[in-house]
């Protein structure tokens, strides 16, 4: 069929796994070049993010074959990768996000180099005229409209049209950092999670704080800007 029955799995020992999950060993092991941050699957296409700033780009039809290696566009560490789709509902591209309040919007095959991009977000201005830098936690893409989310270590959620290059909404700031966040399969829920993300270390990690999980209604603010 058109669709896995398996579980693929990136680590900090440097490899990529794909498991039937009836067996205890792994169907497929696949050496990186460095440890994994960050992966995304879409079938029939993974993306791979790695220490040293590697995206690798994995073809999964038959069995799983490197497509592409390419370097991130970004200068920092990048935290979280989640591929999208074009308007035939073929996953196309991705977009990467950084500790550094930046996500990369990078087609694998673009049509024309100016396709792919970058911006700012998770960034507010701190004293002195310096902006307060936030990692991007988690990036997720709508399943009907294309349009996406990210959400920060500032304790925000955004919601963003790529190909308007525009931001359709900014949350308010919760008392926490946001550290994931997903769709339901037709769009109408948007799911987050607020507790600590350890961007402080253990020090910051205070036990009264609880962990919640929070659920949005998103269906009619994540509908791409109009066109003219």
């Not at 900090?12 to 070049?33: A, E, H, V, Y």
């Not at 038959?62 to 073929?90: A, G």
């Not at 036990?207 to 929070?214: D, E, G, H, M, S």
Request: net charge positive; hydrophobic share 30%.
């Amino acid at each position: 069929g058109t669709n896995y029955t398996c579980l693929m799995t990136g680590s900090w020992d440097k490899t990529l796994k794909f498991w039937d999950t009836r067996t205890p060993q792994p169907m497929m092991s696949i050496q990186l070049p460095e440890r994994c941050y960050c992966a995304d699957v879409d079938y029939p296409m993974a993306v791979v993010g790695t220490a040293g700033r590697h995206v690798l780009i994995y073809s999964l039809e038959n069995k799983p074959t490197q497509y592409k290696q390419q370097e991130s566009p970004l200068k920092y560490q990048h935290r979280t990768v989640s591929i999208f789709r074009d308007k035939k509902k073929v996953p196309t591209g991705y977009a990467l996000g950084s500790i550094e309040g930046r996500v990369a919007i990078q087609y694998v095959n673009p049509i024309n180099p100016k396709d792919n991009f970058t911006f700012k977000c998770h960034r507010s201005n701190g004293s002195n005229g310096y902006q307060d830098i936030y990692a991007v936690n988690d990036i997720a893409f709508h399943p009907i409209h294309g349009t996406l989310a990210t959400v920060g270590s500032d304790g925000t959620f955004s919601f963003w049209d790529k190909d308007a290059r525009t931001k359709l909404k900014s949350s308010d700031t919760m008392d926490q950092s946001i550290t994931k966040c997903c769709f339901n399969a037709n769009g109408q829920i948007f799911a987050y999670t607020v507790g600590y993300d350890w961007s402080k270390g253990h020090e910051y990690n205070n036990l009264q704080k609880k962990t919640y999980i929070f659920l949005r209604s998103c269906y009619e603010e994540l509908k791409p800007r109009a066109t003219n």
